[in-house]
């Protein structure tokens, strides 16, 4: 997923908040997700959201979504150690139902 | 409402040897994916089904992967034979009509020695 960039590793304290960030360079992109996976576990999708939205909150998760930038985030609030697995952003365009990942970042919450 | 399954979890076989994967996609999800994971990447994409056809498999290596999903529901996904770099975590994932989550499975971790 050459197309989808972020960053591979990220470290937080407990009770801290975390921002995982993703870019991608295809405009056309319609979805875009945030997935969770942990140690041989499969993903886990935590929340999407679609290109005409610029935000969208659910409990400790807030997706920002810079359209023009290309830039997507993920800030969770109060991050807590079972919040350490590998985020993973994910595209959804031009081929329907086509996701195209990220690397995936690392997210490791210590005390 | 179970979750996508698949089977076996893990798989050691010897280069050159056949092997298969099964999946069960959420009830009444009529889209269901394979995707590959290497080690310390993101899923790609192998095959895509709409109920039992095929609509996407550009990514498939044909000369020896393939899949099929013959009553819409289940489907296998096969390797023959399979070398070193096949290893790696193969991932079933299902969505129902008109939707856009992906909802994945365990995955099967195949290892090739």
């Known amino acids: 997923g050459e197309d989808v960039e972020q960053s591979l590793f990220l470290s937080v304290r407990e009770g801290d908040s975390s921002v995982i960030n993703c870019t991608y360079t295809?405009?056309?992109?319609?979805?875009l997700y945030w997935y969770k996976q942990e140690p041989g576990a499969g993903l886990q999708l935590l929340t999407y959201i679609f290109s005409n939205m610029d935000m969208k909150q659910d409990q400790r998760l807030t997706v920002l979504l810079n359209k023009k930038d290309k830039h997507l985030s993920l800030r969770i609030a109060d991050t807590q150690t079972g919040d350490s697995a590998i985020y993973f952003c994910a595209r959804e365009g031009g081929t329907a139902s086509k996701l195209t990942f990220g690397t995936g970042t690392r997210l490791q919450v210590t005390l | 409402e179970a979750g996508v399954v698949q089977s076996p979890r893990y798989k050691i076989i010897e280069k050159k040897q056949p092997v298969a994967f099964w999946c069960n996609p959420i009830?009444?999800?009529?889209?269901l994916y394979w995707y590959l994971q290497n080690l310390g990447q993101g899923p790609e994409l192998l095959i895509r089904?709409?109920?039992?056809?095929?609509?996407?498999d550009s990514q498939l290596p044909k000369d020896r992967f393939s899949a099929e999903r013959l009553k819409g529901v289940d489907s296998t996904l096969k390797i023959q034979p399979a070398e070193l770099g096949d290893s790696a975590v193969y991932l079933c994932?299902?969505?129902?009509?008109?939707?856009?989550?992906?909802?994945f499975g365990p995955g099967t971790r195949l290892t090739v020695t």
């Open positions: 994932a299902s969505s129902p009509r008109g939707g856009h989550e992906q909802y």
């Open positions: 089904y709409e109920n039992e056809e095929a609509v996407d």
């Open positions: 295809d405009s056309s992109s319609t979805y």
């Open positions: 009830s009444g999800h009529n889209t």
